[in-house]
């Protein structure tokens, strides 16, 4: 959980940046500065003019060319596919079991060990506090969107220019769908919680055991794309450039949290079949 608080801190802030860089510039009674909005084929798509007394000055911010733009993006969706289509590979090679696959295991090896021991009691507040975890998460992500919509819906409605709003258009939907996919997975891992707690007296096959993997998929599912949502929202915030260098520290990122576990005894739990 230490790693979503962090990134939950991480939006928040790229909220705030989302709605500022539209809003300080062009706040009512700031008569000294002014941001204008250029045409599309103009080198830079914004120019700040400042104003003092009777002098003016402006500021031209650098606007990358078309060609690099689609570099960049094109790279950053890249990096961020072929890692996990490479995790997935990997997933499949039964040589390599990554934390995903561990924390799957030792779910379903929870649920067998209940219904042997007939811990009911125990399973079920365990499963109460999992259950309360993944909705939090569900209606942050939701309240975030709902956040991040408003303040992009705003600046959208102020772009004149027919390619931006295209742009912002693009971007909002992509920053959408990865937050609604993330907020669908962690309500359907309180869903299945919910289901493995009325099975569990009742049911004595596999059944649960298989439910309660199908819990941590979710799980991880869900926190992995928030985490993702985070590279459409640089996008936002920064441009292609940010949205580069936000997919190469998720790339790092996803490595050092997905490698095999170690040091956590793991065979040793396989083997002991508990």
């Not at 961020?80 to 295991?105: C, F, I, M, P």
Request: charged residues 15%; positive net charge.
């Amino acid at each position: 959980m230490c790693y979503t608080r962090v990134y939950i801190l991480l939006l928040t802030a790229s909220t705030f940046l989302v709605s500022s860089t539209n809003g300080f510039l062009a706040a009512p009674g700031n008569n000294r500065c002014r941001i204008v909005t250029l045409p599309h084929s103009h080198p830079s798509r914004f120019v700040v003019v400042k104003e003092t007394g009777r002098s003016a000055t402006t500021q031209l911010h650098a606007h990358l060319s078309p060609a690099v733009n689609v570099a960049l993006i094109s790279s950053s969706v890249a990096i961020l596919s072929g890692y996990h289509v490479n995790l997935l590979q990997k997933e499949l090679n039964e040589d390599t079991k990554t934390w995903r696959q561990y924390q799957a295991d030792i779910r379903e090896d929870w649920a067998r060990h209940v219904r042997e021991t007939e811990g009911w009691l125990y399973a079920i507040q365990s499963l109460r506090n999992a259950i309360t975890a993944q909705t939090f998460l569900a209606s942050t992500v939701l309240s975030l969107l709902t956040l991040i919509t408003g303040r992009m819906w705003e600046i959208l409605r102020a772009t004149s220019d027919r390619w931006e709003r295209r742009l912002l258009t693009v971007q909002l939907a992509n920053v959408s769908m990865f937050m609604l996919l993330s907020a669908y997975q962690f309500l359907q891992g309180a869903r299945l919680m919910t289901h493995a707690g009325f099975m569990f007296p009742v049911v004595k096959d596999s059944r649960v055991d298989n439910i309660m993997r199908k819990t941590q998929n979710s799980q991880w599912l869900g926190l992995r794309w928030m985490y993702m949502s985070l590279a459409p929202i640089s996008w936002v915030v920064g441009g292609s450039r940010a949205f580069f260098i936000v997919a190469c520290l998720l790339f790092l990122f996803f490595r050092s949290i997905d490698k095999q576990p170690e040091g956590l005894g793991y065979e040793d739990f396989q083997g002991s079949n508990i």
